[in-house]
């Protein structure tokens, strides 16, 4: 009979384990949509087109197809976009902060282009200034 009860109440332990972790990953997918909703709402892409986007530390980013929102206070890069130009992307703890590292291979040696902080569901980020674009609106 004790074996039943110590199964028993493992089985709800386990439950219970299992429903906090997906109240948590809800809570965190409703803060990411909270936070995306700038980008993703209705009608908000106007048009697309090529841009050049300049980071923080002078990396210049050139994208082929870019889409233009101007009603977005925030901008997203792909990971395709940085690779495209011909740098590379690394993730690095430093402490207990995670750091994306956008990197360039010269001559054999590596150096950090630009260090962007994580967000703790995932995203990073950085400040960025759009150089030039040439868009169709559609």
Do not use: C
């Not at 709402?41 to 233009?68: D, Q």
């Not at 569901?121 to 200034?129: E, P, V």
């Amino acid at each position: 009979m004790r074996r039943t009860y110590k199964h028993t109440l493992l089985m709800k332990m386990v439950f219970l384990i299992m429903a906090i972790w997906m109240l948590l990953i809800l809570i965190l997918l409703f803060s990411l949509l909270n936070q995306m909703e700038a980008i993703f709402g209705t009608n908000i892409i106007e048009g697309s087109g090529r841009a050049i986007v300049l980071l923080l530390k002078g990396t210049r980013l050139h994208i082929k197809n870019a889409f233009y929102s101007p009603k977005s206070n925030r901008n997203l890069l792909s990971f395709n976009d940085i690779r495209l130009n011909g740098y590379h992307i690394k993730t690095n703890n430093e402490g207990d902060i995670e750091y994306l590292y956008i990197t360039q291979i010269e001559l054999d040696i590596k150096r950090v282009l630009e260090k962007l902080l994580a967000f703790s569901y995932g995203l990073y980020y950085t400040y960025s200034n759009s150089i030039e674009m040439h868009v169709i609106i559609s």
